[in-house]
Every structure is written in structure tokens, then in C-alpha cells.
């Protein structure tokens, strides 16, 4: 029996699954919660998470896996030494820093493009070579990237996917001319298609965690997507929302579209486009003021199919990626009403507002029309916010065939060339 594992790293904590060749029946899932705020950046956190999840899959299950595939939270990134070893904390894929050189980007970047983003890799890159301990670094990675590393031991590989906010050209399959411009003194990495194999497991950890001999580590891939490869969304028109911490917008489409004025970008999948954008509103912010169990009570007393006048721009603190992209812009929690269901109420609107804007805009830029809205992420849930924004994006809109990210990624190790070239 083949047996394939996908990894799936996010803010809150990592997530494992594993699925057979007919990708029907998840056979294992697994999940290890960061509880510790630091988590998300300290990469020791994410090494212990990768290894304890392994470690909770049952042992003859592992010892039936072909293949593995990491997906990490766009940009976010790391300096490693020669070894391996990072020289310091990560920033995560919504640390802004990079505004600081947004202009010296300008500079040499082509209008409009990914990298002009404060968030992206590239900025953030740029800004980390005033670290002191960028002297020690060799290569930069992307979290996924460096997981991968600790199980098959190959530095400076990366995909396609992840590669975008770094400046990779995935229409040409290279490093762009513009790039050198810039004089980047360390190694980037070398990209290759998402899914494709880079080497066997480390004989190490292969013995450590009784994995097949042979059982190989492809490159990775984004959250975002692997939420997308999971949903069941196949065909153009068709996107996915993330509910997740934050709020992620994918839409399936003959056309690339990208505008760094917006926060909209495309990657490539098969021969499509997937094109959207993400914006730093979502779950994080509701969590700010409820707690699980009374999101789901209060949820059950808001009457979906009514508006609420409450106009808010949830954020946790200043600054948004998509569709308004604007490092400075500041959160709009104001007025809030005494009553939570009227708050919680606002709240959920005001998100499936910003949502709807999103897809508008991307239809306006050219891209398909948008047909059906499949959802992932936590949100995906609750019944009430999916009537609120099904009224504002007027398409159907239905929970993903699978909502973890973790099996899409899975689905990426077994060789779904969807996401591959």
C-alpha cells in the first residue's frame, strides 16, 4: 500500500494527514497547537512541531508512506547559516518591516509586481540585510522550504509557489534580470514545480521514525493553495475562500492578473491561473473578542439573511494586504454596541463585505467570472457567516470537499499535477 503525508504550518499550530492513491480516505490526521505566542517565529518551535507530528502518526502507517510534502504561510521567511541552522528569528508572512524598503524596490522592480508589497519575501529579504547576524547567513528560505530541508537535507530548494513574492518569474521558469540589480549577497534558492521530488528522507530520521526506505520529499507549497488543491475546486470561476486567522481569496481563471496596488497576485496552476489576494481581517480578529464556544452560541441568534448597519473594518492591528493594500491603514472597530450578537453581527458582515469587495475586484482586473465560492478554514463552520456572505458574493457558496490545507498538500505529494506544470 502507498501511502502519501501532507504537512500543513499555520499560525495557530501544524496539522498532518495521510491519504491513500485514491485520495478518498484520510488515514491518519494529526495536529500539534502552538500555545506559545513565540511559536510562529522561532524555528526550533516549528522543528519540534514537524517531529512530533511524524511521531503521532501510527507507526505501520508510517512505515507505508511514499512520499511527503510541506506547505508553509506565504512569506514567511528565515536566514540560515551554511548548515542549515537559522541566525535568527523568522518574520511571518504579515510582518510589514519590508515598507522601510519598498522605494529601493520601486526602483528596480516592474510596476505593479508581487514583490512591491511590504509583506513580501523580497522586501523582506531586503530589509533583513541590516540585521547584524546577516553576515552569518547563506541562504534564505521560506518556512516550507526549511522543513523540507530537515527531512531530506538539500539547502536552497523552494517551488514555484512560494517563489512568487521572491521575485521568480513562474511564466519563464527563472530569476528575473531586474533581480541582480538589487546585488543580493546570499544564496537564493532554486525553484522547482510544487510536488516535485527532491530527495529520499534523511536515513536518520527514516530509521528514527520508522518511514519507508525510500519514501521521498517533494517540494512544497503555500497554505492558501494547498486549501485550494483541497477543496475540490477544479474548474475556472471557481474559487475558495480561507476563514482561517486571517482572510485568503483564491479564484480559478484563464487570466493572470496582478496588481501590487491591490494585493492581488497570480500563481500558476497546470495551465491555469489561480489568482487572488489576502487580507490581514478573518478569524484572528473574532478571536480577539470571543471565545470558540461563544462564537458558535451567539452565531445561532443572528439572523443571516439580515444586514447589519454596523460598518467595520476588522483588523488586529493597523495595516492591510488585500483588497486595500495600505500598510497604515488603520482598524475600524467603532461604535460597539452593547449587545455581543449585534457586535459578533457586524463583525461577520463586515468581513463577508471586505470578501465580496476582494472577488469584485479581481473580476474587474480580468479575471473569470465567479461562479461558486468553496470555503476553508475554521469558518467554514459556522452556518450564519455562510448565509451573510453567500447575500454579498451572490454565487453559491459551500464548505471545501475537504477544508485542512494539510490534505491538499498530500494530494501535492501523490503527484496532483493540478498544482504542478
Known amino acids: ?70 506547505n508553509g504561510t506565504s512569506s514567511t521567511v528565515l536566514l540560515v547559516d551554511a548548515a542549515g541552522n537559522p541566525v535568527d528569528a523568522a518574520l511571518l508572512y504579515n510582518d510589514a518591516r519590508g515598507s522601510l524598503v519598498i522605494q529601493d524596490l520601486r526602483s528596480v522592480a516592474p510596476p505593479n509586481h508581487p514583490v512591491l508589497s511590504a509583506t513580501s519575501s523580497l522586501a523582506k529579504l ?146 491555469l491561473w489561480l489568482t487572488g ?34 460598518d467595520y473594518y476588522p483588523l488586529l492591528k493597523a495595516g492591510d494586504r488585500f483588497p486595500i493594500n495600505d500598510p497604515n491603514l488603520p482598524p475600524r472597530l467603532e461604535p460597539r454596541p452593547d449587545h455581543p450578537v449585534e457586535f459578533l453581527h457586524g463583525l461577520l458582515e463586515s468581513i463577508a463585505r471586505i470578501e465580496a469587495r476582494g472577488y469584485e475586484l479581481l473580476q474587474q482586473m480580468g479575471a473569470d467570472k465567479l461562479t461558486r465560492v468553496y470555503t476553508a478554514g475554521g469558518g467554514a463552520a459556522n452556518d450564519t457567516w455562510t448565509a451573510i456572505r453567500e447575500r454579498h458574493l451572490q454565487v453559491p457558496v459551500v464548505a471545501s470537499v475537504y477544508t485542512e490545507a494539510a490534505y491538499g498538500t498530500a494530494l501535492l505529494a501523490m503527484g496532483d499535477r493540478r498544482s504542478g506544470e
Open 1 to 70: 500500500m502507498n501511502l502519501y503525508l501532507g504537512i500543513d504550518f499555520g499560525t495557530s499550530g501544524a496539522r498532518g494527514v495521510v491519504i491513500d492513491e485514491e485520495a478518498s480516505w484520510i488515514k491518519a490526521e494529526v495536529r500539534y497547537p502552538f500555545n506559545d505566542s513565540q511559536a510562529p517565529i522561532i524555528p526550533s518551535f516549528w522543528q519540534q512541531a514537524l517531529f512530533v507530528l511524524m511521531e503521532q502518526i501510527p507507526e505501520k502507517l508510517r512505515r507505508e508512506i511514499k512520499a511527503i510534502a510541506i
Open 126 to 271: 531586503l530589509w533583513m540585510r541590516q540585521l547584524p547576524a546577516f553576515s552569518e547567513a547563506r541562504y534564505f528560505l521560506h518556512q516550507a522550504d526549511w522543513l523540507a530541508f530537515l527531512l531530506h537535507g538539500q539547502l536552497g530548494i523552494s517551488d514555484y509557489h512560494n517563489a512568487l513574492k521572491l521575485g521568480y518569474d513562474v511564466e519563464e521558469f527563472k530569476y528575473p534580470e531586474w533581480l541582480e540589480k538589487l546585488q543580493i549577497p546570499i544564496q537564493l534558492p532554486k525553484v522547482l514545480p510544487p510536488g516535485t521530488p527532491i530527495a529520499q528522507l534523511r536515513r536518520e530520521i527514516a530509521d528514527k521514525f520508522h518511514f519507508r526506505r525510500g519514501c521521498v520529499v517533494c517540494a512544497g507549497t503555500t497554505d492558501s493553495i494547498a486549501a485550494f488543491l483541497a477543496s475540490g475546486a477544479k474548474l475556472p470561476g471557481e474559487a475558495v475562500t480561507s476563514l482561517g486567522s486571517t482572510l485568503v481569496l483564491k479564484l480559478l481563471s484563464h487570466t493572470r492578473v496582478e496588481d501590487a496596488r491591490y494585493g492581488i497576485y497570480s500563481h500558476r496552476l497546470g495551465d
Open 277 to 310: 489576494g489576502a487580507s490581514n481581517t478573518g478569524g484572528a480578529v473574532l478571536k480577539q473578542f470571543f471565545t470558540n464556544a461563544e462564537l458558535e452560541n451567539l452565531s445561532r441568534e443572528i439572523d443571516g439573511s439580515k444586514a447589519s448597519e454596523l
